[in-house]
T-cell receptor
Framework: DQQVKQNSPSLSVQEGRISILNCDYT??????FLWYKKYPAEGPTFLIS?????DKNEDGRFTVFLNKSAKHLSLHIVPSQPGDSAVYFC???????????????FGQGTILTVHP | GAVVSQHPSWVICKSGTSVKIECRSL??????MFWYRQFPKQSLMLMAT?????????EQGVEKDKFLINHASLTLSTLTVTSAHPEDSSFYIC????????????????FGPGTRLTVL
């Protein structure tokens, strides 16, 4: 039962263009979403997050969009740089009784390759 | 920023031996830490939630007697893989959440660099 899905295993983008990474979820209790970047044999690095009370959050070149009705979120990277090449994971969590529980459910990941 | 360390970064052991992995929050106290496992080309799977001063909460299908978790202090959690077998070979990653303004953990988890376990 995959509650968080990243249906594109890989994405290839030219340097300077926009990278759009997609993520779908099925659990309507999820109310906090995060994107992580991961290199092989390293732990994930936090990129950006969004609460379900918002539909957009921006941090520099990274913007996350949340469409609650569609249970869909996306990460936009613009402009894309070769150093952005990595595996990107989306993750979701559900608060319990107003106190953050913190348990994350991860998607399968999308390998992003940015060509010079 | 929040920094989480893990030790060792890699370990090779013989089948039947036990291996201990440490996870430390370096610049904050964490009442809750999480342990994940990642198999090659797969997602991170939560194994258990480590709670300071109390028993860990294990996810369905994770053997608590095989993966012993101890959270003895607010900055250290340990995962011990007991009687390791080749199928336990994996990449083990811990994470922790810094406390929020109200003293509760935030939702943003910061991950350690991971530990590559190879069981021969």
């Amino acid at each position: 039962d995959q509650q968080v899905k990243q249906n594109s295993p890989s994405l290839s983008v030219q340097e300077g263009r926009i990278s759009i990474l997609n993520c779908d979820y099925t659990n309507s209790m999820f109310d906090y979403f995060l994107w992580y970047k991961k290199y092989p044999a390293e732990g994930p690095t936090f990129l950006i997050s969004i609460s379900s009370i918002k539909d957009k959050n921006e941090d520099g070149r990274f913007t996350v969009f949340l469409n609650k009705s569609a249970k869909h979120l996306s990460l936009h990277i613009v402009p894309s740089q070769p150093g952005d090449s990595a595996v990107y994971f989306c993750a979701a969590s559900a608060s319990a009784g107003g106190t953050s529980y913190g348990k994350l459910t991860f998607g399968q990941g999308t390998i992003l390759t940015v060509h010079p | 920023g929040a920094v989480v360390s893990q030790h060792p970064s890699w370990v090779i052991c013989k089948s039947g031996t036990s291996v201990k992995i440490e996870c430390r929050s370096l610049d904050f106290q964490a009442t809750t830490m999480f342990w994940y496992r990642q198999f090659p080309k797969q997602s991170l799977m939560l194994m258990a939630t480590s709670n300071e001063g109390s028993k860990a909460t294990y996810e369905q299908g994770v053997e608590k007697d095989k993966f012993l978790i101890n959270h003895a202090s607010l900055t250290l959690s340990t995962l011990t893989v007991t009687s390791a077998h080749p199928e336990d070979s994996s990449f083990y990653i811990c994470s922790a959440s810094p406390p929020g303004l109200a003293g509760d953990s935030t939702d943003t988890q910061y991950f350690g660099p991971g530990t590559r376990l190879t069981v021969l």
